[in-house]
């Protein structure tokens, strides 16, 4: 049942990014733009669409800051992917942009859909004002240096830092890199229905944490097919992760413990939050 | 009289970014985008505070998207210095992020400013929700592929084309790589009084062509140690710029006339616009 949601979100997701950059110049920005934000699983914007289902929040309301994360998150990969950062020539199984443009239509096209996302956060279809100022303001404290870029600063300073972190400190980080994202698209549903947003965000802490170390476990075990994306990149870096802290099994079994917890937090919406919950089960499931 | 008022504002728009990335970790992605925030003219921000002048707003709101807009520019200057993208070493007098720091620092720096923008521009204190969500919009809308972002793609576009643009497509691409913004900035002020935009919009529109004419005669006739960076980047990239399609002083004359459209737009506020005409002369008469 999650997977088919997932799925169908997805669909939907796309023909809204098809509609919204169908009405730009035909640019090579613009292909990239288009090239970010395709292939991708989505959660982000499932989290949106899921959340305001579960607050009776219209999908016309709902798919506003349902695109706006996965814009917000397209341009966070294009950039991460540049040569000057983590240097990657793979995403979703296909060449990452500066490869298949160059690195001034990656650096373009990730500054174009942070603008976008604010842009669709902050879109009249979304709801009355208060939310959509709301949602750009959340937005912009989760995207900036209070959330995902600091994550990606507390990467860099760790790469040249004389000790590898310690597991506060990358836990840190990961909320900021990983976490500050997918608490906000976690909330937003009640966030377009004027509820309580702290079930919802408790539920993210932990799935966002969980999720982390996921994709710490898939870069030691994972297919490089299935992902669709290089691996093994954090151990041939040096780099401390939860798996090279904690150990594989001590790792897996702190994800779960969190995805029990994130279900626990969500339990209050009773049936209804079945699909959240198997949500973050897949996450520590996934092998992309 | 506009000197002074200039000045004065940038000293209050430093204060304000002091406040507001005081606050932030002490990392070089922070420390580069305090460099990034720092020694320019303020010319947007001021246009934000002058308008907001102009309808009675307090300071203390129009602050805020001040702030913003500044720092939006900013982001677009550290990204616009990249190697990839224009490879400049100097700017305001001082060396780039990427130079200072590294590429890296630089695309998270620009990244986080953006980001920074449009917290500004919905915060809480900026006025009512409907207001915060119009600027958010509409920074948005500025600052994205239906504005400054669209003219540098098609200013890198112009680089690999057979021809040299025409007048006609070299306006399009400066209003938005400039025009964009400097038309969200002279806007606020009406917006965040809940007034009419129009007399203002005019006088941007105006004032952001002559601003990018009197740029490009700026990149002839300048003196580096005056501007603050480099010149002759146009000329030696053999770009078409206002001055190569029109000649020197016919575009000289056009900057002059754009210069009194803009005062006469504004002319509707009577002797309180004086400060916003002496600001469109100032654009053309300046060596920086």
Sequence with gaps: MFRDTLAADAVRLQAQFDRVLGGLDDLPVTRAMRHA???????????????????????????????????????????????????????????????????ATAVLAGDALQALAFELAAHPEAGPPEIRAELALTLARAGGMAGMVLG???????????????????????????????????????????????????YARALGLAFQIAD???????????????????????????????GLDPARKRAAELVEAACDAVSVHGARAETLQQAARFVIARDS
Tied chains: 1, 2.
């Excluded at 000790?163 to 909320?175: G, H, W």
């Excluded at 994202?181 to 509820?195: H, M, Q, S, V, Y």
């Excluded at 992902?227 to 090279?244: H, Y």
């Design 37 to 103: 934000t395709t292939g991708g699983k989505a959660l982000r914007g499932f989290l949106v669409l899921e959340s305001a289902r579960l607050h009776d929040v219209a999908e016309a309301r709902a798919i506003w800051p349902a695109t706006a994360i996965e814009a917000m998150h397209a341009y966070s990969l294009v950039h991460d992917d540049l040569p000057c950062m983590d240097d990657d020539d793979l995403r979703r199984g296909r060449p990452t942009v500066h490869v298949a443009w160059d690195q």
């Design 216 to 246: 710490d476990i898939l870069d030691v075990e994972g297919d490089v097919r299935k992902a669709g994306k290089r691996l093994q990149k954090d151990a041939s870096a040096g780099k401390a992760t939860f798996v090279s802290l904690l």
């Design 152 to 202: 990606q600063a507390l990467d860099i300073a760790a790469e040249s830092a004389a000790e590898a972190l310690a597991l506060e400190q990358i836990t840190r980080l990961q909320a900021g890199k990983t976490g500050a994202l997918i608490e906000w698209a976690a909330t937003a549903g009640a966030r377009l229905a004027g509820a309580d947003p702290d079930p919802l965000r408790q």
